[in-house]
């Protein structure tokens, strides 16, 4: 039975209770405005509407298939077929002298034979690599001997063709099936690989999202800021407390301040796009969302290296994949080396035959025998050179080989790629640190330059360097816990526990 992957996930009850719909439902005003979703919202979008995964959820079942077909090798076949011939060909001296004896001097030289044949029977091969046929055939025979009279002759034969070197054993005889299982496996941990990594872009592409949104935020209060400096340096200016330079510059600090809101919001676009990508199978005009702005952590995690390293030799589908494939090219060579001996088959036959002027009357006539026909003989088939086996054997060998080396390096590229994300993660969180440093720096040097603007101590150009500083700061914040969220993302995906993190549940039946 060819078996199918399902990808469900678990959805927590305080996400549904808190969902649009929840809050309609318990009476609730909610303001019109673009669809929030959340993170688990977005990866049901992905599993279910992916499109590169719902092509890759094929591969698994396209490989049952071919389990299947292998299997099929194994299963009788029924065959039947009729035929005619007519001939004429010269008698010999043998056939002339007794014809002339039996039928009263038929000097004829030409013998003119009529022959029909019907056939049928069941065939197949077993796993031991026994091949065997059971046959019956109905000749209806018409020629010069008998005046064209009808004769029928019948036979049935059951004939076994056995193995005894090539092609003898499971090992031989079960090779296509083990190797397209092997494959079979390898496919599923490729597929949860796939699975596995549309999770982590899907993930990582919520994470900047989530940034863009809220940078987005910061882009705008900056704006809101230098306007508001603008019209109270105006203001003074009119007063006549202030230079028109100072207005200038407030006034260039604002056309800065929309240039980086403007950037910000072409930034939240792009973000949106690629998780429409990653989330939906059709690209609607319309479709506008908003995510919810939750940062899995803010806190870099307690690390454990040696659990990880443990779950990556156990969970990662990736290298697990690449051990399947190993195994597969130890049944190549297996079956190899049975293909390089020698054919040696015992083969046998036993069967009855009968002969009668009626059909029905010539498989009757079976009765009449004392023994049936039978034959037992070896067949020997020995190349001299065999470059073929030998070839193929060698061949086998060095994609052993090559699974081997593909193994090593996968270790090297995963483990290399873990020490990077432990690396990552550790940075991101020295990050965060300092970045909430300079955030509470930057706002202490606003509002210090803005209390010595008012007493007429520093220029406007200083305070918009401060308002900068502070937008800038706080984007870098952001920035700091988007790249520490995707760190720790990462680390899961390497380690193969990806879908435990995120609360994804991967279940087959």
Known sequence: ?????????????????????????????????????????????????????????????????RVEASRGVFEPAFVAGASYQSSERRKSAQENSSIGAIFGGNNDPILRENTGRFQTGVIGRLPYGTSYELLT????????????????VSSTTLSITQPLLKDFGKTAGLAEIRLQQQVSVAARHELRANVLRILR?????????????????????????????VRDNQRRLDEGRMAPIDVTQAQSRLAEAKEELLLARNFLAQRRNALRELTQDEFGEDYSFTVDRHFTTTVPPTLNRLAAHGHLYTHNPSYLASVENAKGEDIRIAYAKNQNQPRVDLRAT??????????????????????????????????????????????AKKRKLQALLTIQRTEITLVSALDTAFRDIENAGERVTLVKDAVRLAESALNAELKRLSSGLTTSYNVAQAQR????????????????????????????????SLRVEIESD
């Open 1 to 65: 039975m060819t078996t199918r992957r399902h990808f469900t996930i678990l959805f927590s009850v305080c996400a549904l209770l808190t969902s649009p719909a929840a809050l309609h439902a318990s009476g609730t005003t909610v303001e019109a405005g673009p669809r929030v979703v959340t993170l688990h919202d977005l990866l049901v979008g992905a599993l279910n509407k992916n499109i590169e995964l719902r092509a890759r959820r094929l591969e698994p079942e396209i490989q049952d298939l």
């Open 350 to 395: 036993f069967g009855y035959n009968g002969l009668s002027d009626a059909a029905e009357n010539a498989y009757r006539d079976y009765r009449e025998r004392d023994k049936p026909t039978w034959s037992a003989g070896l067949i020997v088939n020995v190349p001299f050179f065999d470059r073929t086996g030998k070839s193929r054997l060698a061949e």
């Open 137 to 152: 055939n109905l000749d209806e025979i018409r020629n010069s001997y008998n005046s064209f009279n009808s004769e029928f």
């Open 469 to 500: 500083d502070l937008s800038q700061a706080r984007s870098r914040e952001l920035a700091t816990y988007v790249d520490l969220n995707k760190a720790v993302t990462n680390l899961a995906f390497i380690t193969g526990t990806l879908h435990i």
């Open 201 to 229: 872009e899907v993930a990582s592409a919520y994470y900047e999202m989530a940034f863009a949104q809220e940078n987005v935020s910061v882009k705008q209060q900056a704006v809101d800021v230098a306007a508001s400096l």
